[in-house]
């Protein structure tokens, strides 16, 4: 088992940053492909970027791309979404998730059922 947890949102102005960040613990993610997405109210949960852990590679949903920015930092086992230029339809309920799947493969997953294990969300909220 993997236990996640997110931690860093808060309510920030149009334009400002934020940084969340993903503890990993429990079995190691060091073959893992590691994930955000993001659920606004009344809407889908929605991919938001990947990494996987071994090499570092990164994809993002083009609503964040250039803004967003995901790392891992392996020593402490975190994964961390770098968020920009926010703007207040990036509300949302940001969740953390993990997979096990794609070792040594070259697939980014971008869909909820391709994460086996997820964080129970931090809120983000940004103000106009």
């Known amino acids: 088992q993997v236990q996640l947890v997110e931690s860093g949102g808060g309510l920030v102005q149009a334009g400002g940053s934020l940084r969340l960040s993903c503890a990993a613990s429990g079995r190691t993610v060091s073959s893992y492909a590691m994930g955000w997405f993001r659920q606004a109210p009344g809407k889908a949960r929605e991919f938001v970027a990947t990494?996987?852990?071994?090499?570092?590679?990164?994809y993002y949903a083009d609503s964040v791309k250039g803004r967003f920015t995901i790392s891992r930092d392996s020593a402490k086992n975190t994964v961390y979404l770098q968020m920009n230029s926010l703007k207040p339809e990036d509300t949302a309920v940001y969740y953390c998730a993990g997979s096990p799947y794609y070792s040594g493969s070259y697939y980014y997953p971008t869909h909820e059922n391709e994460y086996d294990y997820w964080g129970q969300g931090t809120q983000v909220t940004v103000s106009s």
């Open positions: 990494i996987r852990w071994s090499g570092g590679n990164t």
